[in-house]
């Protein structure tokens, strides 16, 4: 086989992909352990091979060798650079369960009311808590805090202004 057998026509060297490929395919599987990573070296041995079909010298080798010769070589730098980069240890699963950016907003904007909620006295956080965090009816609160359901609106009219001031305080955007 020559360089023009390789280059001369499309169909050309469709024919040599079409009698080296299974080989080539079989070889890179071999070799490499996730199936569409071989596919993928499959179709890089046969484009490597388009490009420098000039290289090719049917006098030292015959065309298999020269194509299992890219492969290998193709195999090479892969392991290469698979040890090149750092080993996370994460798989597709635990990259799944990390959250999101979502959910580290809202981490931190829990976070940053619970630290606004402290700050308050103890009647004002109770009463924003059984109304906002708990859902509580008006008389849910009333009876769980022991007061009035008029006593339980004031208190959370205050407090929540009181809750707007110290987010003030503490620089947070209301």
């Known amino acids: 086989m020559t360089v023009l057998r390789l280059r001369g026509t499309d169909e050309a060297f469709r024919a040599v992909v079409e009698e080296h490929a ?53 195999v090479i730098d892969a392991h290469r650079a698979d040890g090149a980069r750092p080993r996370t240890g994460a798989g597709d699963d635990v990259l799944a369960a990390m959250p999101g950016p979502d959910q580290i907003d809202a981490a931190l904007a829990a976070w940053v009311m619970s630290d606004a909620l402290r700050r308050l006295s103890p ?9 906002y965090y708990r859902r509580w009816t008006l008389a849910e609160t009333a009876e769980h ?28 955007p209301t």
């Open 123 to 131: 009647a004002h956080r109770d009463v924003l808590l059984c109304l």
């Open 22 to 74: 299974p080989a080539v395919s079989a070889y890179l599987r071999r070799r490499v352990a996730d199936a569409g990573r071989a596919e993928d070296l499959t179709q890089e041995v046969f484009l490597r091979a388009w490009r420098h079909a000039d290289r090719f010298d049917a006098s030292r080798a015959d065309l298999r060798g020269w194509l299992f010769a890219i492969a290998r070589n193709l």
């Open 145 to 172: 805090l022991g007061v009035a359901v008029g006593t339980v609106k004031s208190r959370s009219t205050y407090a929540l202004r009181a809750l707007r001031l110290v987010l003030e305080e503490m620089e947070v």
